[in-house]
């Protein structure tokens, strides 16, 4: 009988809450996701094996070597090596084998040594898969503990195809991520984009077939997952889609490759480094390789060392207080010429903010590569609770006619629901604010209700009229009825900082004139 997604959530979650009493929730990941894909891996070799016994009855009549091609060209996609072969300890690098010496010490040391022979057995598939793996160390977890989550773990049924769904496999991944973001909060919450976000930005993209999708920041992977998830929805096949990330955190990485396994894609290419510092994709003469699709969320006003002298750089270069526009700049490098798209989640500081921010803000729309500006509810994410926004980019020369020299504002602000620990976004929610995003509209002054509602408003915007407000994107500057809604703490705050800087610059100038003109006494 098929194995229902609400019983493999259970028992795997069981095997979670085993780690309790060793460590918190944010460092469940590290632990639960290597061995749930060791388990699925040991599982898929062990019923591909079995299939080619069966199905080759007069195996015996051939050597060792003969039956290790056949089975490893007809029926295995990978290889479950031995470890400390030729030895008394010789055993397959197996789930099941190493679950056999649970009551034996050195229980981390064998699952590690097990882990590290997959990687090396399988370099152009698994190199690196497992992150680093200091929770084998029994300084890190004793092997009690672990020998009672491999166990728990173990009454999950066989994770192999013959059992489960790639759907279902995926979907208990896709829980367990959003579970330890739930009770875990801004630690988790780093790597993972809630469900709803990553879906609107999917969307408004919508990737196509045989496309290339990028994503800069990567964390787990889902923003990959559900682009080919919604060419699959949408009857296509989200396969053909190349899937391409780069993620600076090495055990992030893995989780991302083991996600994007667990969905059943292959096709895809995730790299460790500093996306900044190190972009990993590149062209043969060394240049920023350009993709069709590129989406993110990247950390927000990360503090970074500014580029000294980076093709990247467009208008300016992004102060070392905050790293927002340097990612954007990043990825409009990414686009494709003919028909890249980018979509990125941000702070609502990019829109205004001032100083070298504002120069790279308006050499972006003096070169009509700003596509649209969505502002989204405040509270949506698991590691912060500041208002963001989706900018949306397409490269240069390849936007529709009646997008060109202008900016489309959206306010979904006030479209959400309030959930436990934060607010989501609705089905419905994402599908209006994406057919507002797709809809006409002329760049009158009153913003367009485009669904009836009351809880969205969109305008298009001309470029000569955000130049006249000083290339400021805010959206209360556009959609009037955004301006109240809009004017949480962190953006005042922002605002304010700004606004103070300006006056002390003013002040420090007035006060130089006076001096020389020796009039004194207005520094009191």
Request: net charge negative; proline share 4%.
């Amino acid at each position: 009988m098929a194995v229902t997604q609400q019983e493999i959530e259970s028992r795997l979650w069981d095997a979670a809450d085993e780690l309790r009493v060793a460590m918190p929730e944010a460092q469940y990941s590290s632990v639960i996701f290597p061995l749930m894909f060791w388990k699925y891996l040991s599982d898929t070799w062990e019923h591909q094996h079995q299939q080619f016994l069966a199905e080759n009855k007069g195996i015996d009549n051939l050597s060792a070597e003969e039956a290790h091609e056949i089975e490893y060209r007809d029926y295995q996609s990978f290889e479950i090596p031995y470890i400390h072969p030729g030895t008394v300890r010789e055993r397959r690098a197996s789930w099941s084998s190493i679950l056999a010496t649970i009551t034996q010490p050195g229980l981390g040391k064998r699952v590690r040594t097990s882990l590290q022979a997959i990687e090396t057995a399988n370099p152009d598939k698994f190199s690196r898969l497992f992150g680093s793996m200091t929770w084998t160390s029994e300084e890190v977890l004793s092997g009690e503990v672990l020998a009672s989550v491999m166990q728990a773990m173990d009454r999950t049924p066989k994770m192999h195809e013959g059992n489960m769904s790639h759907d279902v496999l995926g979907g208990a991944y896709e829980y367990l991520l959003k579970r330890f973001s739930d009770g875990s909060g801004t630690r988790a919450g780093q790597f993972f984009t809630p469900r709803e976000v990553v879906e609107l930005i999917v969307e408004l993209l919508n990737p196509k077939a045989f496309e290339s999708v990028y994503d800069p920041t990567c964390g787990s992977g889902g923003m990959l997952i559900a682009s080919a998830n919604l060419l699959k929805a949408r009857g296509g096949r989200g396969y053909t889609l190349k899937l391409n990330g780069q993620e600076a955190v090495l055990d992030t990485a893995g989780v991302a490759r083991m996600n994007l396994f667990m969905h059943n894609l292959t096709q895809f290419q995730i790299e460790v480094g500093d996306t900044l510092k190190d972009p990993r994709f590149k062209k043969p003469d060394g240049s920023i390789a350009q993709f069709d699709v590129i989406l993110a969320n990247p950390p927000y006003s990360l503090k970074w060392k500014p580029w000294t002298k980076d093709p990247r750089v467009i208008g300016g270069v992004a102060p070392q207080s905050s790293a927002d526009w340097a990612f954007v700049q990043h990825m409009i490098a990414s686009m494709g010429t003919k028909k890249g798209r980018a979509g990125v989640v941000l702070p609502h500081g990019v829109l205004f903010r001032g100083g070298q921010e504002a120069a790279i803000r308006r050499r972006v729309l003096d070169d009509d590569l700003l596509e649209a500006v969505i502002g989204l509810p405040a509270n949506l994410f698991y590691s912060t609770s500041i208002p963001t926004c989706i900018l949306v980019f397409r490269a240069s020369g390849t936007k529709a006619e009646e997008r060109r020299n202008g900016v489309l504002f959206i306010d979904a602000s006030m479209r959400f629901t309030k959930a436990k620990n934060r607010n989501i976004l609705t089905d419905t929610d994402i599908a209006d604010v994406v057919t507002a995003y797709h809809s006409n509209f002329s760049s009158e002054s009153n913003p367009v209700d485009p669904d009836g509602d009351g809880g969205l408003a969109a305008r298009f915007v001309l470029t000569t009229e955000i130049v006249a407000n000083g290339y400021d994107l805010h959206i209360g500057r556009y959609i009037k009825q955004a301006a109240a809604a809009q004017e949480d703490l962190g953006t005042l705050i922002d605002a304010y900082n700004i606004a103070r800087a300006e006056r002390q610059k003013t002040e420090e100038r007035m006060l130089a004139v006076l001096a020389a003109a020796g009039i004194e006494g207005f520094d009191e």
